[in-house]
C-alpha cells in the first residue's frame, strides 16, 4: 500500500498555527524558534491573537529562553526590572495593544501596571502578586483599565478605598483572586462593601474564619463562585453548606474531605488529634454536599 503523500508543517492553515502559536506559551514565542523556523511560522507567532494572554510567572523559564536565543555568553545582562519591562514593550506591540490577561512575577511593580494600562487599555485581567505597592500609583494604573474584570493581588491592596476605587472606575469588575494569609470577618467586610457585585472570589491556601466565609455568602448577593480551599484549619459548618447551596460553584476540598482536621468550631481549637478524621462535625449534609446533585 503506497504511502500517502506527506506535507511540510509549513503548509498548515494561518489560523490553525496561530492556534498552536496561542498554546505554545511566551518562553518558547520569545525564544525565537518558532519564528525562526520558516515564514509561515513566523508570520503565525507574530500573529496578535498568541499574544492576548501572556503568562510571565514562570521568570526562570522566561530568562533561559531568551538566553538560548542570545548570542552567547557576552551578551549584555540586565537588570530584572528593565527586562520585564522589556518584554511587556514586545508583547504590547505584538498584540497591537489588546492583550486581555496579563500574569506578571513576584517582582512586578506599580512601573509595569503603569505601562499595561498606557499601551493595553482594554486589559480584562491582571495578576500582580508583589506585596509592596504604592496605592497612589495602584490607583492611577486603575483609573486607566476601564475595561478590567478581574484583578488577583496580594492582601495588601486590601484596603476599603483602593477596592472602591476599583468598583467606581471599572464597572464591569466582577472576579478577585486574593493572596492572604489570615481572613477575618474585618477583611472580609471590606471586600464585600467595596466590591458589592462580585461574582468570583478566590482567596486559596488562607487561614480563614468562619464569620468570615458567612459574611461572604451573606454579603456577595451576586456571588457564584467561592474557592476557599487549601487552607489549614477549618471553619466549615452546617450552616456555612447551607448558605453556599446557591453557588454554581464552592470548592473548599483540602483538609476538610481528607479529614486532617487541626481545629474544629464544635470542639474548639486543637482539641483533635490530626491523625484522625473528625467524629463530632461532619454530619449528613457534608456527605451530601460532596456527592453533588442528584
Known sequence: ??????RSWAELQHDLLVAIMARVGVPDLLSGGASRACSSWRAAA??????????????AALTSARRAA??????????????LAGILEIAATLAEGR???????EFADED???FLAERCPNLHYFSLPSTCMTYDLFCKAI???????????????????VLLHVNQSCPEFVELKVSALYVDEEMASVICNSLPQLKKLEIPRSDMSSAAIIKFLDCLEELEYLDISGYETSAISSTVLEKALRLKVFLWNSKVELGEFMDCSSCGEHNIDPREP?????????????AGPS
Open 70 to 83: 542570545g548570542p552567547g555568553p557576552s551578551r549584555t545582562r540586565v537588570p530584572v526590572h528593565a527586562a
Open 143 to 161: 483609573g486607566e483599565l476601564r475595561s478590567l474584570k478581574g484583578m488577583a493581588v496580594d492582601e495588601s491592596l486590601i484596603n476599603y478605598d
Open 112 to 114: 509595569h501596571l503603569l
Open 46 to 59: 507574530r500573529d496578535p491573537l498568541p499574544w492576548r494572554r501572556v503568562d510571565l510567572r514562570d521568570w
Open 1 to 6: 500500500m503506497a504511502m500517502p503523500p506527506s
Open 99 to 105: 492583550i486581555e490577561a496579563v500574569l506578571l512575577p
Open 278 to 290: 473528625c467524629k463530632c462535625m461532619m454530619d449528613h449534609k457534608v456527605m451530601d454536599w460532596l
